[in-house]
């Protein structure tokens, strides 16, 4: 007699149940050997080393409750922050720069920085955006703007129609180079 596809399953269905029967009565249905071996025993009580998690839900809430004021600044533009409008009572004044707690040079021996690029040329990408300066190094051009840091010290401060401006990060000193014509080919 062929058994059915009904009749296998509960087969199995059995023998599945006498095997879990079997290893529950293998593990919990014998009673112990020893009869306070269940029991607890207060001389063998430790405590667990719990932390105090009140603070922390604190400093949780505050951070939750914290209002967001934004800088200014586009976090998924890859640039420096645009210089401080410079207002018309420091125009043509020369500010002192930032300041550095271990800073020991006096500012008679700070001599102004040089870019050793030409700058020769600027130009607005795309269209009424921020100025952009054409600089050359020997044979490579690079394109800064206004507030970028070039060579790890020298910022551009202004990059105007006849010439570029930059400071030095490290002492505050600035200084310019003139708009120059580069040569063309011989003809």
């Not at 105007?160 to 003139?178: L, M």
């Amino acid at each position: 007699m062929a058994l059915t596809k009904q009749h296998k399953q509960l087969v199995a269905l059995a023998v599945l149940l006498a095997v879990a029967a079997a290893v529950w009565y293998a593990n919990y249905g014998r009673a112990h050997a020893e009869p306070g071996a269940a029991a607890l025993h207060p001389e063998n009580y430790t405590p667990i080393n719990a932390q105090d998690f009140s603070i922390i839900f604190k400093q949780r809430g505050a951070a939750q409750k914290a209002e967001y004021k934004p800088s200014g600044r586009n976090p998924f533009v890859a640039s420096a922050l645009p210089p401080t409008p410079v207002s018309p009572t420091t125009v043509g004044q020369n500010p002192a720069g930032p300041t550095y707690p271990n800073q020991t040079v006096p500012r008679e021996v700070i001599t102004p920085p040089q870019l050793p690029w030409k700058f020769f040329g600027y130009g607005n990408l795309p269209a009424n955006g921020a100025r952009e300066a054409f600089l050359l190094d020997s044979e490579d051009v690079h394109i800064v703007g206004e507030g970028e840091v070039v060579l790890n010290h020298i910022r551009i401060v202004h990059i105007g129609n006849e010439k570029i401006d930059y400071e030095d990060t490290k002492t505050g000193a600035r200084n310019s180079n003139p708009l120059e014509a580069i040569p063309g080919p011989a003809a």
